[in-house]
């Protein structure tokens, strides 16, 4: 990040402040198709998409040089059976079936690749139908299960990612995932978790995605307030009928997706199809990830609210069903924020040398992005610190404390302004 475009940042989000961070923005009647990676910096994709949270696409000259692309596929364009079994054969990895509706998702199973390989030959053979459903492998670890060198490499618009870096400092989980299967298999409506960003690539196949902006998912909920399982269905028509029609896109194979924070969407494979996708939260949509972090606890809240008077613990416990829930409480996020914080402490109190982070934009962190993530920490933080239900939390034994870590990041915000 270069110094234009932090000032360019911080003046937009000192215009949202008081706004709901997840509130309804203009919406675009199409989603950008980005075609030259020479005339594509990583300013015009902060400005142009990541700050206005709105869709792109990017063609497959960004990953010509991934090696997923040239050893898992085949020369016609195919999964590569025989390469995928030989390196990844014995990995344990979770698969869906997407015949099968369990809420708004599909059940999953575990059983090695070469078995799910073995299902997905004996599934073509058969015209694309089984007795054991439409299965699609989801959620594969790669990268936290074997080794990812070569596989691909992370593009430098989506290199400040804060979620894989506070699990990668944990080395406990990642949010970077596979998945694959054969055309049918699909992903019901949803958003992303923890409303972060996410990027998905087509290593091969094509797929169909259904976006809708924030704010227009509510016009779906049936009378229960549930959101739909499927978009697409009949049913739903008349629901459809109540908000924009989906921005569509067709992604076909080497590109890549950019969806953006709290966007609904629904994704189908057209073809037989691998994909990597990363799940990334930075200072961009860090306010949509602590508005969400909200709304899960007042839904856990009204949940048991009948235990309140009577339940020893009451606002732990629901700390801790939240935490079951949703994958995260309000300790955790603090615990994130504070991860974070004090690696960009580090790096603004190390002495650098002149411009460091300014010309090799987008291949680091330098300190104009770091003085940008402390000012998104230190609003957010600001916020966390003042909700009741943190107030609630035991922070005697937090190192920091978090009024302590706040005090702190406010006086480096101050001092960095001219930075």
Sequence with gaps: MDRETRTFAERHFRGL????PCGASPTPDRVDFIEKPDSFSYADFFKGYLLPNVPCVFSSAFTEGWGSR????TPGGQPDFDYLLQNYGDV???VANCGVQEYNANPKEHMPLREYISYWKEFIQQDYSSSRGCLYLKDWHLCRDCS???????PMYFSSDWLNEYWDCLDEDDYRFVYMGPAGTWSPFHADIFRSFSWSVNICGRKKWFFFPPGQEEALRDSHGSLPYDVTASTLLD???HCSPPLEVTQEAGEMVFVPSGWHHQVHNLEDTISINHNWVNGCNLANMWHFLQ???RAVQREVSEWRDTMPDWHHH????????SGINFEE???FLKVIAERRLLLLTTETGPGEGEGNEGAGLGTQQAAFDISRIAEVLASVVAHPDFEKLDTSVFSPRPEELLQQLEELVATTASL
């Design 295 to 297: 709304q899960e606890l």
């Design 239 to 241: 629901s459809r009928q």
């Design 148 to 154: 990812a060198e070569g596989v691909f490499t992370l």
């Design 17 to 20: 402040r008081g706004r709901d």
């Design 70 to 73: 040239r050893h898992w596929v």
């Design 92 to 94: 344990v990895v979770p």
């Design 318 to 325: 629901c700390q801790v069903i939240m935490k079951s829930c």
């Design 333 to 335: 996020f603090y615990h």
